[in-house]
Nanobody, 121 residues
Framework: QVQLVESGGGLVQAGDSLRLSCAASGRTFSNDAMGWFRQAPGKEREFVAAIRWSSGTTYYADSVKGRFTISRDNAKNTVYLQMNSLKPEDTAIYYC??????????????WGQGTQVTVSS
């Protein structure tokens, strides 16, 4: 059983930066992909970024490419999401997830509780 705990959300202004963290415990080889998803009010959950523990290969949604960076620290079993040049449309609850493949929420088996990110204009 994988447990995920997110931290680092908050209220910032447009153009500011935030770094989210996701601490994982009980990691297994079948859950090689770690992803970040977000869900804004009234919208569906959408993919943001993902990384593989084994290779470090990263994946990004077009909407965040060039602004967000996902990274991992294998020794700490922690994944990070560095968010720069934040925009009001980045406002959402951000979820960390563990699964086998990136991009699709259905491929993730374990989810964190979410952390709120609010970007004011």
């Amino acid at each position: 059983q994988v447990q995920l705990v997110e931290s680092g959300g908050g209220l910032v202004q447009a153009g500011d930066s935030l770094r989210l963290s996701c601490a994982a415990s009980g990691r297994t080889f079948s859950n090689d992909a770690m992803g970040w998803f977000r869900q804004a009010p009234g919208k569906e959950r959408e993919f943001v970024a993902a990384i593989r523990w084994s290779s470090g290969t990263t994946y990004y949604a077009d909407s965040v490419k060039g602004r967000f960076t996902i990274s991992r620290d294998n020794a700490k079993n922690t994944v990070y999401l560095q968010m720069n040049s934040l925009k009001p449309e980045d406002t959402a609850i951000y979820y960390c997830a563990a699964g086998s493949r990136p991009y699709y929420a259905s491929e993730y088996n374990f989810w964190g509780q979410g952390t709120q990110v609010t970007v004011s204009s």
